[in-house]
């Protein structure tokens, strides 16, 4: 297992920033919130333009023929900027199910001519009961599943539904409605999605359906962590810089002992929490029979410390760092969000004591 960044990674990280500082600075993402378009369409393009969109997809489906490393890489840097694209719900978990059942459907998500969603709640956990709110008779879907990530955006649904099974429904079909709701990181949207008596194409059924979907959460949480080191990583740099920058009682605020002990103590954190991510991203890449202990360890360290990260730029920054003008709240937002989704931490850490047999259930003090 090497955890170091590989040239063809670094490579890739160069194009993703470039492309991300020209047509993704903060001044625009804060823009954005302000109009009625929730996603950046022009800056999908150009990811879809670098083949960032489908690089854990076969060549042979029309993807890059890369790895789960080279997505996690994508995502440290989406997260650094806090992008306002659909990657998580289209080129991580839509891609990742419609990769399992082998669907010829990931073609046009690679490309990015598609944006597709997985319908499951975003708070839906790795190792959850397969979701069953959406039922089929006839060939006719009628259901609902609520708080989907990047439903809004989608043009295709890929839907769980009782049986098992997985089926392809487009978002412009008979009966297909979808609600956005307010959401705390106004850059990745949420919306509920209701169906009834819409026409669908089956793409799996049985237990192939339900490790598909599985397959999804476990990777949607697994490299979710990487963009979660992203964020955090971008938070430090940018709480360094002002902290240099900022002075008070004739001095840098960074020179007082105080301020240096906080940040030291969050480049270990982030430090640590690179490597977890990391593991993650390779055992996933490599179907490694650790997979699921990896992901529950880098979820579990990767979203706390994304949301702590944030909260020091905030308060390090004083006065400016509480209002919308500074960008400081999009990484608070996104981070918090980014808690819950996949699994909350506590969540990830029961599962990992579960995976690794530790007591579960140990007795309090006075207790025999």
Same mark, same amino acid.
């Given at each position: 297992m090497n955890l170091l960044y590989t040239e063809i990674e670094e490579d890739l990280r160069a194009s993703v920033r470039a492309v991300l500082t020209d047509h993704c600075p903060p001044s625009a993402v804060l823009a954005r919130l302000e109009?009625?378009?929730?996603?950046?369409?022009?800056?999908?393009?150009?990811?879809?333009?670098?083949?960032?969109?489908?690089?854990?997809?076969?060549?042979?489906? *029309?993807?890059?023929?890369? +790895?789960?490393?080279?997505?996690?890489?994508?995502l440290e840097e989406l997260g650094r900027f806090t992008a306002p694209v659909p990657f998580l719900g289209s080129?991580?978990?839509?891609?990742?199910?419609?990769?399992?059942?082998?669907?010829?459907?990931?073609a046009s998500l690679a490309s990015g001519t598609?944006? *597709?969603?997985?319908?499951?709640?975003?708070?839906?956990?790795? *190792?959850?009961? &397969?979701?069953?709110?959406?039922?089929?008779?006839? %060939?006719?879907?009628?259901?609902?599943?609520?708080? @989907?990530?990047?439903?809004?955006?989608?043009?295709?649904? @890929?839907?769980?539904?009782e049986g098992p099974a997985l089926y392809a429904v487009r978002a412009d079909s008979p009966g297909v409605t979808v609600t956005e709701v307010v959401s705390l990181d106004m850059t990745r949207r949420i919306a509920d @999605?209701?169906?009834?008596?819409?026409? %669908?194409?089956?793409?799996?059924? *049985?237990?192939?359906?339900?490790?598909?979907?599985?397959?999804?959460?476990?990777?949607?949480?697994?490299?979710?962590? +990487?963009?979660?080191?992203?964020?955090?990583?971008?938070?430090?740099?940018?709480?360094?810089?002002?902290?240099?920058?900022?002075?008070? &009682?004739?001095?840098?605020?960074?020179? &007082?002992?105080?301020?240096?002990?906080?940040?030291?103590?969050?480049?270990?954190?982030l430090v640590c929490a690179r490597a977890t991510a990391r593991h993650a991203a390779d055992v996933l890449a490599t179907g490694s029979a650790d997979a699921d202990v990896a992901v529950a360890l880098a979820q579990s360290e990767c979203s706390e410390l994304a949301v702590r990260a944030a909260e020091e730029t905030v308060q390090l920054h004083g006065g400016i760092g509480m209002t919308w003008e500074h960008p400081a709240h999009?990484?608070?937002?996104?981070a918090k969000v980014g808690q819950l989704a996949l699994g909350t931490p506590g969540e990830h850490r029961r599962t990992l004591g579960r995976l690794v047999h530790l007591p579960m259930d140990i007795p309090s003090m006075g207790q025999t």
């Open positions: 109009s009625d378009s929730s996603y950046d369409a022009s800056l999908w393009e150009l990811l879809a333009s670098l083949g960032a969109l489908g690089l854990h997809v076969p060549e042979e489906h *029309g993807g890059q023929g890369a +790895s789960l490393r080279e997505t996690a890489v994508v080129a991580v978990l839509a891609t990742t199910a419609l990769v399992a059942c082998e669907s010829d459907l990931v598609t944006v *597709g969603a997985l319908a499951v709640p975003l708070t839906t956990a790795p *190792g959850s009961p &397969f979701p069953a709110t959406v039922s089929v008779e006839d %060939g006719l879907l009628t259901g609902r599943v609520t708080s @989907v990530v990047d439903a809004g955006a989608a043009s295709l649904l @890929v839907v769980p539904v @999605v209701s169906l009834a008596s819409t026409p %669908g194409v089956v793409i799996a059924s *049985g237990d192939r359906a339900t490790a598909a979907v599985q397959s999804a959460l476990r990777v949607g949480a697994g490299l979710l962590a +990487s963009e979660q080191v992203g964020i955090a990583e971008a938070c430090l740099e940018q709480t360094v810089r002002y902290v240099k920058e900022r002075h008070q &009682f004739g001095r840098a605020i960074g020179s &007082f002992q105080a301020i240096k002990h906080r940040l030291a103590d969050l480049w270990l954190e999009l990484s608070l937002k996104r």
